[in-house]
């Protein structure tokens, strides 16, 4: 069952006469771009904008893609991410859908019904702006990039002068103007962290684009830090606490929207989860604030990377639908869209966010890697009724290698072509799955061709053979589809996986039990070679168990705490089979479930467990049941 969505609504803008900036960019008409470097010189000349800060304020926001003309995740077109304040997206990621984001069977589950805020735009009209500025029709802004970067190019010019300062010049000169187009001081330093650094690219439509590096550059100003957040020096994160309240006098299992903990010290925190909102971000504040509803860590917002911080690391929000997770994890939500509301997510997001997972894994020594740092469609469900119900976000658009990047661990190969393992790592720009379901009205329509990182996996190595079956997602049958929201017959980039067998241009990885094949030709590999640890059944054993949380065995638990049952999922990991390990963990269980937090306790037990790479979520088996082995 799919979590209810909301499409972006758009609402008809008049928009007035010609203003002094139409006039003036009338009389000085810049020539047709040939290139998108040419488009990015011209705009600069005729708005008095240094192109280097150009250029950088583009990359901030887009990477210089113009993503087909179609919005990114705030509704923002273009290279220069102008920004439709008309269109109103509405939603919320964590109610409506079969998920228990508590995700813990000794608790009564919550299905949330928080009343959206209607009428909240996604951002600013910074596009209708650029309209009035430049004398150019909001079509041409939304799906020309050449008349998008001169309209972002009429804004900076704009600010600049609204500031009272000069057009042209020194680009250190134009920090203010930045800060104001971005929305952020953080915005504004990583434009001028793009000028130190320089960069370059080949765009998604096939356009090289370069900005050479001006070292030395630097501003004055920086992202004012909050003391009470968490997050590295200079990302300029804000205070927005999620609220702690008993709901009901009279029964103190009643409340929200969060338990108080005393992580690490009281257990390890051993996972990031990402999220998207499928809101925007005045939605999803207000939301976090309720406390009827649920709490997550972080909050980012797409326009400008800005975080909000809602939970201390040591307290435990309810958002991944898996208690055991949620109880050893951080969870930061990410403002956007799976695909129906927004199609990209800005370059400023990623790296606020990679920013912040960098600052979080080396604080608590969270290992970096797609075991640990896992999306909301990795997490696995906690009994086999609840995998079905389980979230898909942030699905395939989610640019996981670009994101690894960012975080400084790129994703590459550590064996040979034929070795035992694999890696998932297509090209994100040349892997373009024919997906369904981007489209709410028309869910069985194709979505715009688009770039992402997943492969599908199919019953046999040819394009033709059926996709593979999941059983938990798609009951009693297992039969998979091709909608964007059905992870059930993919793997993700950044996810290890025991190869199966090759044929040809061909690699089958062990999958929920069965092969999966993907296309993997050598000259455009989908994979690469990868060397570590697998687990196989133990000797006489015709399958083992796995399970979506790693609770302790009964002994283990105090009187006073009832005994959580330990679940086998409905999935065969049968003899014969391999999957990749990620962590030895040992069973543990987090008892919150007062709200008078001296009734809280840890329950450790002896039993140990790995963590593996089972399907397109992690789940976890039993130390005893396997056998462990190294592949090189």
């Avoid at 990795?378 to 395939?396: F, K, L, R, W, Y």
């Avoid at 009964?554 to 390990?581: D, H, I, K």
Wanted: aromatic fraction near 10%; charged fraction near 20%.
């Amino acid at each position: 069952m799919r979590v209810r969505r909301r499409t972006l609504v758009a609402a008809t803008v008049a928009l007035a006469g010609l203003g002094t900036g139409q006039a003036y960019a009338a009389q000085r008409p810049s020539p047709v771009p040939l290139t998108r470097q040419q488009a990015f010189a011209g705009a600069a000349t005729t708005y008095h904008v240094p192109e280097k800060v150009l250029l950088a304020v583009s990359y901030l926001e887009s990477r210089w893609d113009a993503n087909q003309g179609r919005p990114s995740v705030s509704a923002g077109y273009g290279p220069m991410h102008l920004t439709d304040g008309t269109l109103t997206p509405s939603g919320e990621h964590l109610s409506g859908g079969a998920e228990d984001p508590r995700g813990d069977t000794s608790r009564t589950a919550l299905h949330p019904a928080a009343v959206t805020a209607q009428g909240q735009a996604a951002g600013g009209q910074t596009l209708q702006q650029a309209a009035t500025l430049t004398g150019t029709g909001a079509g041409a802004l939304r799906a020309d990039p050449a008349a998008n970067i001169r309209g972002g190019a009429a804004l900076l010019a704009r600010y600049q002068r609204d500031l009272g300062r000069p057009l042209g010049g020194d680009p250190a000169a134009w920090y203010q103007a930045a800060v104001r187009y971005g929305g952020s001081a953080w915005f504004a330093g990583q434009v001028f962290d793009v000028l130190r650094t320089g960069a370059s690219r080949t765009t998604d439509d096939g356009q090289s684009v370069t900005l050479a590096a001006t070292p030395g550059l630097r501003p004055a100003g920086a992202g004012a830090d909050d003391p009470r957040t968490e997050c590295p020096p200079g990302l300029g994160c804000e205070w927005i606490p999620a609220p702690y309240e008993q709901l009901d006098p009279s029964d103190p299992t009643n409340y929200g929207n969060h338990d108080l903990g005393d992580r690490p010290k009281s257990q390890k925190i051993r996972f990031i989860v990402i999220h998207d909102t499928e809101g925007s971000y005045p939605v999803t504040l207000n939301l976090v604030q309720d406390p009827t509803y649920l709490a997550w860590n972080y909050t980012v917002r797409s326009a400008d990377g800005h975080i909000a911080q809602h939970l201390k690391a040591k307290d435990v929000g309810w958002h991944a639908g898996n208690w055991y997770i949620n109880a050893k994890s951080i969870g930061i939500e990410h403002e956007g869209f799976l695909a129906q509301g927004g199609a990209w997510y800005t370059e400023a997001m990623y790296r606020s966010s990679a920013e912040l997972v960098r600052y979080l894994t080396k604080k608590y020594d969270i290992p970096v890697d797609r075991a640990h740092i896992l999306g909301h469609d990795n997490v696995p469900g906690i009994t086999p009724a609840n995998v079905q119900g389980m979230h898909e976000d942030p699905g395939p658009y989610w640019d996981w290698a670009h994101y690894f990047t960012l975080l400084r661990r790129p994703l590459h190969a550590t064996a040979g072509p034929r070795s035992g393992m694999v890696t998932i790592l297509p090209d994100y720009d040349k892997n373009v799955v024919p997906y369904t379901g981007c489209d709410a009205a028309n869910p069985s329509a194709p979505c715009p061709a688009h770039g992402g990182g997943s492969v599908m996996l199919r019953t046999a190595p040819s394009a033709d053979a059926p996709l593979v079956k999941d059983i938990g997602k798609h009951p009693p049958n297992g039969d998979a589809t091709m909608s964007v929201y059905d992870h059930s017959a993919r793997a993700a980039t950044g996810q290890t996986f025991a190869v199966a067998d090759r044929q040809g241009d061909w690699t089958a990885i062990w999958y929920l039990g069965q092969k999966a094949w993907f296309l993997n030709p050598r000259k455009q590999p989908a994979a690469v070679g990868a060397h570590g640890l697998v687990v196989t059944p133990k000797p006489g054993a015709a399958s083992v168990p796995i399970y979506g949380r790693a609770y302790p065995e009964p002994e283990a638990y105090p009187a006073n705490v009832p005994v959580q049952t330990l679940t086998p999922m409905q999935y065969t990991f049968a003899a014969g089979q391999s999957y990749a390990v990620a962590d030895e963990l040992s069973g543990e269980y987090d008892y919150s479930n007062t709200f008078d937090v001296s009734t809280h306790t840890v329950v450790r037990g002896k039993l140990k467990y790995y963590e593996i790479q089972f399907g397109h979520r992690v789940y976890f088996v039993k130390t005893g049941d396997v056998v462990l082995k190294r592949v090189l």
